[in-house]
């Protein structure tokens, strides 16, 4: 069992940037890769970046490509989200995930995901 925790959310202008975090802790020693999803009301769940834990091999949603930046630091089971160039579409509550899988298209799909943090709200206003 894991648990994840975000934080760094917040309000921010458009053009602004924040960096969210993501600290995994619990039996991490199958931890293969960590993922960033968003979420909206009445919308489904939608992949933003993940990172795998071995090699920091990034993968990124066509939203976000350019514009945010995944990483992570091993020695601290910290796994951060830098969000630059934000814009009000941006907005919502981000949460971090935990996979076990080895192979890439496990990554974009929420439900390949086993653990989750609690969210944390990011809002950017126009």
């Known amino acids: 069992q894991v648990q994840l925790e975000e934080s760094g959310g917040g309000l921010v202008q458009a053009g602004g940037s924040l960096r969210l975090s993501c600290i995994l802790s619990?039996?991490?020693?199958?931890?293969?890769?960590m993922g960033w999803f968003r979420q909206v009301p009445g919308k489904e769940r939608e992949f933003v970046a993940a990172?795998?834990?071995?090699?920091?091999?990034?993968y990124y949603g066509d939203s976000v490509k350019g514009r945010f930046t995944i990483s992570r630091d091993n020695a601290k089971n910290t796994v951060y989200l830098q969000m630059n160039s934000l814009k009000p579409e941006d907005t919502a509550v981000y949460y971090c995930?935990?996979?076990?899988?080895?192979?890439?298209?496990?990554?974009?799909?929420?439900?390949?995901?086993?653990?989750w943090g609690q969210g944390t709200q990011v809002t950017v206003s126009s």
């Open positions: 995930g935990h996979n076990t899988g080895d192979s890439d298209h496990w990554y974009y799909k929420p439900h390949y995901y086993d653990s």
């Open positions: 619990g039996r991490t020693s199958r931890s293969i890769a």
């Open positions: 990172i795998t834990w071995s090699y920091g091999s990034t």
